[in-house]
């Protein structure tokens, strides 16, 4: 974390969103986020980093995230959600959840429920709103028991 020291706020919640402490995976912070910040150094240092730059080290921390925590997946969140996959897009980081249910079972009302909560989480947080501020954005997307998909949603404000 010595690396941050002196890089301004936005690279330190780039380094803690690395680190998924909510899904219980493990992510080796300093591997996501060294290389990203390290190539744009000089400019996060001055606090000269422009929009593009921003989204090409939020681009190259979520690829590296995503690599770590792919790899131990599944993971099973709670009795009836499993995360199955995530990756990235550029500066979108995509989950993709396997929920215990039946779509025929899912009404309109649990969807937007799920929905609701999700976007809660995610603009409550501080490091994905920084993220989200700086012109990263988060891909949601559920399927049912059989892969049909539930919903899908994208975070890019908050």
Do not use: H
């Amino acid at each position: 974390m010595a690396v941050f020291i002196g890089m301004g706020a936005a690279a330190l919640a780039l380094a803690l969103q690395a680190q998924n402490t909510d899904t219980g995976i493990t992510t080796d912070n300093e591997a996501a986020t060294g290389p990203c910040i390290e190539s744009n150094r000089q400019a996060i240092e001055s606090d000269t980093v422009t929009d593009a730059q921003w989204k090409e080290i939020i681009s190259c921390v979520f690829t590296n995230t995503a690599a770590q925590m792919d790899a131990q997946l599944p993971k099973k969140i709670d009795p009836i959600t499993t995360l199955v996959s995530v990756s990235s897009n550029g500066p979108t980081f995509n989950y993709t959840y396997v929920l215990d249910v039946s779509m025929a079972d899912v009404q309109q009302q649990n969807i937007d429920s799920l929905e609701a909560a999700t976007r809660q989480n995610a603009c409550t947080d501080p490091a994905m709103t920084q993220t989200i501020g700086l012109g990263g954005s988060y891909f949601y997307r559920w399927v049912d028991r059989s892969g049909t998909q539930i919903t899908s949603m994208r975070i890019d404000a908050c």
